[in-house]
């Protein structure tokens, strides 16, 4: 069955989120990865979880001793978005009843949120919430370029990376260090990997230096893979006047010559090979086309979620209400086959367990009185997580860095 053949209904989400919660949500394998092997005394058991429920109803500070109880919970409150926040040095359901100050986050993996709607200025195709094919290489190019810096620059070697469910990625830097880091070293770091600066009414959005730091440089070479794919054929920014005296107000010493240049031209391409042309002749020009391309292509971080240890994020695995996709984990390795539309749908996966309850149910041999196979295997609360049916959440995913230090793979233990 395509994806395509089950379309999403908000108005049924009600119906549905009990089932995934019941029967698909892999609550094994989430416990294993917050747990981080049980090394950490108390590091499942003090972590915040925040749901919101229908209606918008908010509930924060919630906090589990188990798995089982993190099940039920789950499976009694239906929660319509799950947020994960830090780990306190208490309890984070009994914060009221701890002393003034002594309720604290003392750690939280290093998170980063990148959003589709903070590239409005930049793309042609779609604004908001909405996304498309064409403006999600703009994601493509941030993961790639974030996913080098935490691992060359700083060392990182536990990264998931998580499609929102609508316009965004997330990224977890779940490495011991990362997760122990104080506010001031996340707030280094964010620091450290935002480029992009200022606000709507910022013209130049990218000031580089004589000498540029060789992890922007790094960058470059990623965007180099796709500009000229992304800017003239799927964006069309030099096509016509109004993208094309945006890219030109970034150069303004040439923007005269150049607007009459653009003028004659007859297509997009003709434009960008005389801009490349123009930008060609000394250091301080081709430093121009970087900022360029950097400030049309450099991932835009929400600074404020990296920088705050006890700041909530939504958690993998949860359901966009708006979408019904599921926040899956990111197969870095295959990024450039990433498909957002491609994302299972909380329709698509309880249609396909319809389907498989069916095929078992015809399929069964009931003449002798057996049960079905179905039925003892749809009996308990839930499908195993190697399944055809949990694996199809998981089609974007593979193997990644999490063996170490007691945390098996998030990934592998999804698909074994």
């Known amino acids: 069955m395509a994806l395509t053949e089950s379309r999403y209904d908000a108005s049924e989400l009600p119906d549905l989120l009990p089932v995934y919660y019941r029967r698909l949500f892999p609550y094994p394998q989430y416990f294993r990865w917050l747990s981080y092997g049980g090394v950490p005394k108390n590091y499942f058991q003090n972590r915040e979880f925040s749901f919101t429920l229908k209606d918008d109803i908010y509930v924060r500070y919630q906090s589990f001793n188990n798995q089982n109880e993190l099940e039920k919970e789950m499976q009694k409150m239906v929660p319509y978005k799950i947020d994960l926040g830090a780990v306190y040095s208490h309890k984070p359901s009994q914060h009221n009843s701890v002393k003034s100050g002594a309720f604290q986050a003392e750690s939280k993996e290093l998170v980063f949120d990148i959003d589709m709607t903070d590239y409005d200025d930049v793309r042609t195709c779609c604004s908001s919430a909405d996304i498309c094919r064409k403006c999600w290489t703009l994601m493509t190019i941030a993961i790639k370029i974030l996913d080098r810096a935490l691992d060359e620059d700083f060392g990182f070697l536990h990264r998931l990376w998580v499609y929102s469910g609508r316009r965004g990625v997330h990224c977890w830097v779940c490495d011991e260090t990362a997760r122990g880091l104080s506010q001031a070293a996340r707030s280094a770091v964010a620091e450290y990997l935002s480029v992009v600066k ?219």
């Open 198 to 416: 200022g606000g709507i009414d910022t013209i130049k959005k990218v000031q580089l230096t004589r000498n540029i730091h060789p992890s922007i440089e790094e960058a470059i070479i990623v965007i180099n893979g796709y500009f000229e794919e992304y800017a003239v054929n799927q964006q069309d920014l030099f096509g016509t006047k109004e993208t094309w005296q945006k890219i030109l107000a970034l150069v303004p010493d040439l923007q005269d010559r150049l607007q009459k240049d653009f003028l004659k031209a007859r297509s997009s391409a003709e434009r960008w090979k005389m801009l490349q042309s123009e930008l060609d002749h000394s250091v301080d020009s081709q430093r121009s086309m970087k900022e360029i391309k950097l400030q049309y292509c450099y991932p835009r971080l929400d600074v404020n979620v990296s920088k705050s240890i006890n700041h909530l994020l939504k958690s993998p695995f949860s359901v966009h209400p708006k979408t019904g996709r599921i926040s899956v984990p990111i197969d870095v390795k295959n990024l450039d086959k990433f498909d957002p539309f491609s994302v299972p749908t909380i329709s698509f996966l309880c249609k396909e367990l319809d389907h498989k309850i069916e095929d078992e149910r015809v399929n069964a041999d009931t003449e002798n009185g057996a049960e079905p196979e179905v039925k003892r295997r749809t009996r308990g609360k839930k499908y195993e997580a190697g399944s055809p049916v949990v694996k199809a959440i998981l089609n974007n995913t593979s193997v990644d860095h999490f063996s170490q230090n007691g945390l098996s793979s998030f990934f592998h233990i999804f698909l074994s």
